[in-house]
């Protein structure tokens, strides 16, 4: 029994040992890199511990940034929030064969490079772009959308949808039809079956789809910079700019253990919601 125990854990360690090796390159290594350079600075090649590279961040002007970063991620999670669960509701309850077309209409954006997905805005919502070409076609006054909040929180809302789509998505066709059917056999209308039964046991699909979708918008830099024009900068930009521009890795790297700390706040926060939702959706299916 020992034989076969430790044969198999060789044989366990054999299959998932390049996952190991890959995570230790590419995600341990240089996370710990990251704390390094946080916590150091450096003075003729010597690193010495600090925390001035997080005192700085105290500045009003990198508040500024950090709330307008939040603002905008909030503002796109709840936006694709609000589109995305009737969509995923319709897909999840369409015909099997009509289920497949719609899924895939949803997936075979994400296929096209996001540089290109992002950059065909521009096109899109320029001063003489689509949009302003059809609006003065029938009359209407052209509209300035892009390098606008409203243009990065469109870009933003169209690259990450599916990302709270699929999850609901997923979710909603695993549930479980006879406590719908319990609750509409109880007296319960659709109204109510939709917010006593179908939304609370989704939560962990929404939950999900939020976090899917609030991470990389806190974090994007490549749609604030073609929609936004560079006139302002987010959490990412700044980053962006340490690293590649000015060269500030200490600095580069205390901004992004600032927003780990931030998504990791988010994430447990959403996680708590999402047990007490589910703990009071199973107190009022008893």
């Known amino acids: 029994m020992n034989k076969m125990s430790k044969t198999d854990n060789k044989l366990g360690l054999k299959i998932t040992s390049p996952y190991i090796i890959w995570s230790g390159l590419f995600i341990v290594i240089p996370l710990f890199l990251i704390i390094f350079f946080a916590f150091t600075k450096s003075d003729n090649g010597t690193y010495s511990f600090t925390l001035n590279n997080f005192k700085e961040l105290m500045q009003p002007m990198y508040f500024r940034i950090f709330y307008r970063s939040i603002k905008l991620a909030l503002m796109s999670t709840i936006l694709c929030l609000l589109i995305g669960y009737p969509a995923a509701y319709i897909i999840a309850k369409s015909k099997a064969r009509r289920q497949s077309v719609l899924l895939m209409l949803v997936i075979i954006p994400m296929w096209m490079n996001f540089l290109l997905r992002t950059y065909a805005w521009s096109a899109i919502l320029g001063r003489n772009g689509v949009l302003n070409t059809i609006l003065t076609a029938i009359g209407l006054p052209a509209m ?13 809302v169209y690259n990450f949808l599916p990302f709270m789509i699929i999850p609901i998505y997923t979710i909603l066709t695993k549930m479980d039809q006879d406590l719908i059917n319990a609750a509409k056999d109880l007296g319960a209308n659709s109204t109510q079956v939709f917010t006593k039964v179908i939304f609370p046991l989704s939560m962990p ?36 700019q340490q690293f ?43």
């Open 244 to 286: 590649m521009s000015v060269g500030d890795w200490h600095f580069g790297s205390a901004i992004s253990i600032f927003m780990m700390i931030v998504i990791l706040i988010s994430m447990a926060l959403m996680n708590k919601f999402s047990d007490d939702s589910g703990k009071e959706g199973g107190g009022l299916l008893l």
């Open 205 to 240: 699909g929404v939950v999900s789809g939020i976090t899917m979708v609030f991470m990389p918008a806190v974090s994007t830099f490549v749609i604030s910079k073609l929609l936004g024009g560079g006139q302002f900068m987010l959490i990412g930009n700044l980053i962006e």
């Open 144 to 156: 300035n959308i892009l390098y606008t909040d409203s243009a990065v929180m469109l870009g933003m």
